[in-house]
């Protein structure tokens, strides 16, 4: 049993949970997840690891009330306990010192983009951070990414804060304005998609992390594949970081709908 | 072990019991029949367990008719070479406690065995009546899962002895039939066994793989049980080498490790359209209904449920995976395998229940391509017939492409079953350990010890996908060797 020790709402549909797990504290590093099961009955849902604290013996988690799952692990209090959660999960970032950084984060993308945030300052580079969402609100960890970055930018669709605008517009500015030397990008697959097509014109490498589908998380099921370079692979042990530039994200998005028709029931029979 | 055997033998209650019937009498005696749920009404339930078991008036008839032989040929078709003739011998006399003791003796789950064992390639195969008397082999299996049912619903199941604790620390990794053999001896030698398993539940392919209507969880659930009483401690949730890595393991004082993480990596064929939605590996499939539950409304795990379900491949694992979609409610459930029935590496057992269930067979054909709808689910497929050509490497014979026989069939789900590699995670964690190009451990076949002294490897990581009572057997050798090799190391630290 995992017990969840501090719990944070950022937003009506995001919140941050801090759930005691030692050993995944000490043996995580930015870019790696977890897969945790709320109780007996509960699926298996990929989450990454926004934080840990190795003293504290804790990881934070930011999940987005997205369908049956995630509002229920959204609707867990301080002092209740996760029965299953496994991990550290997939490969970690590549980091090194590269120059200047150009981090895009969308949606909760954000929250798995604030440890490689992170950890490209820690390794002595400029990081430049493009936060993008709908609305204010949904605008998590600015605080946060504000602490590891040399800049942050804000655009929203909405133009209720920052910039209106898209994400890909807010990078494109920097790319025009200094030499940047890598790019990474989380959040949804058609944000991913745009920033990929647009860094590809300027030639600039870039790591794209991806949220398929999975159970078991361990290379196990298949259920995470994604083309990547015309070649199938496992996001669970492969990724679930790709260079963008070769990934299919029209296959992956796709994918991600794989079980559209079963999630609605499922999300009815909860709610009815 | 000759000597063993003749020992055992020259009992004089086998003496007796051989004189009471003559050999004439036994073999001609039918073989007895498994009763089995209606098919019709078994393919309703995904739980309900096809076989039914023998009674105790059948089991005794079956084991009168092994002649109890003076070479029981039979045991060399056993992997771990259980006492057959004593263990049946010992039902036909009554005395079912003491057979399932003697299955004990050399394996650790015989209730498993009796029920998922290939007996007709292996212990069956060797027997007199299908060597000698080309009749129908004593029903060894059905007697065996007869002697362990009857154990475990006596509630008699005996806790073996274990020796006084030793302190000392040794991990097995992962929870397969390797581990829990392993673990079995290992608490009976007094070592302090932890078993740790990535997935949340223990059993390694018994729980997430092998469907309940083939082996009921609960038979697994009794064999863990005794584990635990025993000492045996089970850490779940834990990735050796992710959650924990070899070296903090050791540094907690771990002497010694027993790899068996069997063989979870999914192939698939790389045809175009392969990554449609509705197209899964059978780990996936088989995964998401028995051990997520999909296939209960209480459960959230989604699984999908097609009306025309095609399973590639003719193992256990696509006769499991096509029955499956059967009991999901497909209207059409079919096999695609290249080969002919001949050749399909399943038990014989299932492919008959198959058949009784309504499965179709498409032997002698092959996939080359998916086509799917504006969602991109997969719609229909395309297949190529096959022919036989000459034998292969491995004496089957090779099917061969019938030129311009493509034609296409409606699908809404594919299952992918032809097969797994040796699962990646542990090789990856320590890139010294020796592998060999499949990506299985490399190990000594005696002592099943790997490159690295501490580290032993058994199952289906050394093997690819094999069985269940290879790995068994595979579990216990290791074992051994790890036994000698500890006491031997503790030994010379002591001087
Ligand atoms: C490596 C990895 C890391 C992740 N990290 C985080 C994280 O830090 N925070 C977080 O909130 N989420 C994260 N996710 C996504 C998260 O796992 C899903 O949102 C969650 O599984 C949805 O479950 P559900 O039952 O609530 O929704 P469902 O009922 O399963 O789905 C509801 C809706 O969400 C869509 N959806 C389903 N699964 C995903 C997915 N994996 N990604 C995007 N959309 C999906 C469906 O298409 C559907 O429209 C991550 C996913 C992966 C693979
Ligand atoms: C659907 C199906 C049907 C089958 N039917 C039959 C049959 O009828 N008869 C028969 O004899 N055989 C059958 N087999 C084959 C048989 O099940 C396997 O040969 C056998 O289970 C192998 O045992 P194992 O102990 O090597 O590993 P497995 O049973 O594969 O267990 C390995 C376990 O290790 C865990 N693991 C992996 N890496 C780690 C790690 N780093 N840390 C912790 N845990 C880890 C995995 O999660 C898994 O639970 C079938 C297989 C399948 C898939
Ligand atoms: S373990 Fe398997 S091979 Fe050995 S006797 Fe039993 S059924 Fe036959
Ligand atoms: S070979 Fe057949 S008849 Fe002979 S001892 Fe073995 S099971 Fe009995
Ligand atoms: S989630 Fe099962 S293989 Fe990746």
Redesign the interface.
């Known amino acids: 049993m995992y017990q969840i020790v501090q719990k944070e709402q950022f937003s009506e549909n995001v919140v941050k949970l801090v759930v005691h797990a030692p050993?995944?504290a000490r043996?995580r590093k930015p870019g790696h997840f977890i897969i945790l099961?709320i109780d007996e009955?509960?699926?298996?849902i990929p989450l990454t690891i926004a934080e840990a604290n190795i003293e504290a013996g804790t990881i934070t988690l930011v999940v987005q009330n997205v369908g049956?799952?995630s509002k229920r692990l959204c609707a867990m209090n301080v002092g209740d306990q996760i029965?299953?959660?496994?991990?550290?999960?997939g490969k970690a970032t590549h980091i090194s010192e590269v120059g200047t950084v150009l981090a895009c984060g969308g949606g909760v993308g954000i929250a798995p983009l604030l440890p490689i945030v992170e950890g490209f300052k820690k390794a002595g580079n400029r990081v430049v951070t493009v936060l993008a969402a709908r609305t204010k609100e949904l605008i998590i960890l600015e605080k946060e990414i504000r602490q590891w970055s040399d800049e942050v930018i804000i655009m929203t669709d909405d133009g209720s804060y920052g910039t209106k605008g898209l994400v890909t517009q807010g990078a494109e500015e920097i790319i025009k304005r200094e030499k940047v030397d890598e790019c990474v990008t989380i959040g949804p697959a058609v944000m991913m998609k745009f920033v990929a097509l647009l860094t590809q014109k300027y030639e600039i490498p870039t790591q794209a992390s991806l949220n398929a589908i999975m159970?078991?998380g361990?290379?196990?099921?298949?259920?995470c594949?994604?083309?990547v370079g015309g070649q199938?692979k496992f996001t669970c042990?492969d990724g679930p970081e790709f260079n963008a530039h070769q990934i299919d994200f029209d296959?992956l998005i796709?994918?991600l709908?794989?079980?559209k028709a079963?999630?609605k029931?499922?999300w009815e029979?909860a709610n009815s | 072990m000759k000597e063993y055997l003749k020992i055992e033998r020259d009992q004089e209650w086998r003496d007796q019991l051989r004189k009471k019937i003559k050999n004439k009498e036994r073999t001609t005696q039918e073989r007895v029949s498994m009763t089995s749920l209606d098919p019709m009404e078994r393919i309703k339930y995904q739980d309900r367990e096809v076989n039914l078991g023998l009674n105790m008036e059948q089991a005794q008839r079956e084991a009168s008719r092994c002649m109890d032989c003076v070479n029981p040929t039979c045991i060399e078709g056993c992997p771990v070479s259980i006492n057959i003739p004593k263990f049946i011998k010992n039902i036909e006399r009554g005395e079912v406690l003491e057979a399932a003791k003697t299955l004990k003796e050399t394996s650790a789950l015989p209730a498993v065995c009796g029920r998922v064992c290939p007996q007709e390639k292996q212990c069956e195969a060797q027997c007199f009546y299908t060597l000698k008397l080309k009749k129908e082999p004593v029903a060894i299996g059905y007697l065996e899962r007869f002697a362990a049912d009857f154990e475990q619903q006596s509630g008699a199941v005996s806790v073996p002895e274990t020796a006084p604790k030793k302190q000392v620390k040794v991990a097995a990794i992962g929870s397969g039939p390797a581990s829990l053999s392993f673990a079995g001896d290992m608490i009976k030698l007094g070592y302090d066994v932890t078993v740790f398993e990535?997935?949340?539940e223990v059993g390694g392919v018994l729980k997430y793989g092998i469907p309940e209507f083939r082996l009921p969880n609960h038979v697994v659930d009794v064999e863990l049980e005794s584990l635990a009483k025993m000492g045996v401690k089970f850490e779940?949730?834990?990735?050796v080498g992710?959650?924990?890595?070899f070296d903090?393991l050791k540094a907690e004082g771990y002497q010694a490790f027993f790899v068996a993480s069997g063989a979870?990596?999914?192939r698939?064929m790389?045809i175009p359209g392969?990554?449609?939605?509705?197209i899964?590996?059978s780990?996936?499939y088989l995964?998401?209904v028995n051990l997520?539950?999909a296939a209960k409304?209480?459960?959230?795990?989604?699984?999908?449920k097609g009306q025309n379900v095609a399973v590639i491949g003719g193992g256990n694992t696509a006769m499991d995976s096509v029955r499956t979609a059967k009991r999901l409610g497909a209207e059409r459930a079919m096999i695609i395998y290249r080969r002919s029935r001949e050749e399909m590496p399943a038990r014989v057992e299932e492919v008959l229940h198959a058949e009784e269930e309504g499965i179709e067979f498409l032997n002698l054909n092959n996939p080359v391509e998916y086509f799917a709808d504006e969602?991109?689910?997969v719609s229909k497929m395309r297949v190529q017939r096959m022919e036989l050509g000459e034998p292969d490497a491995s004496g089957r014979r090779r099917p061969v492409v019938v030129e311009g026989s493509e034609y296409d069939i409606p699908v809404d789900v594919v299952v992918v079953a032809i097969g797994v590699s040796p699962?990646?995670?542990v090789p990856s964690e320590l890139p010294e350990l020796k592998v060999s190009r499949w990506g299985t451990i490399e190990v000594d076949p005696e002592t099943m010890q790997s490159s690295k002294p501490e580290l032993f490897a058994g199952g289906d990581i050394v093997r690819g996908g094999a069985t269940v009572i290879l790995a068994m057997g595979d579990g216990r050798k290791a074992a051994a060797g790890m036994h000698k090799y500890l006491s031997q190391k503790n030994e010379t630290a002591a001087n």
């Open positions: 050993r995944i043996s099961r009955k509960g699926e298996r049956v799952s029965l299953d959660l496994v991990g550290p999960l159970v078991d361990t290379g196990m099921c298949g259920a594949r994604a083309s199938t042990i296959e796709l994918r709908g794989g079980y079963e999630e029931q499922a029979r | 990535a997935l949340h779940r949730n834990f990735i992710r959650t924990a890595s903090d979870g990596l999914p698939f790389n392969e990554n449609y939605n509705g899964l590996s780990n996936e995964t998401r997520m539950n409304e209480e459960f959230d795990t989604p699984v999908l969602n991109g689910r699962n990646p995670l």
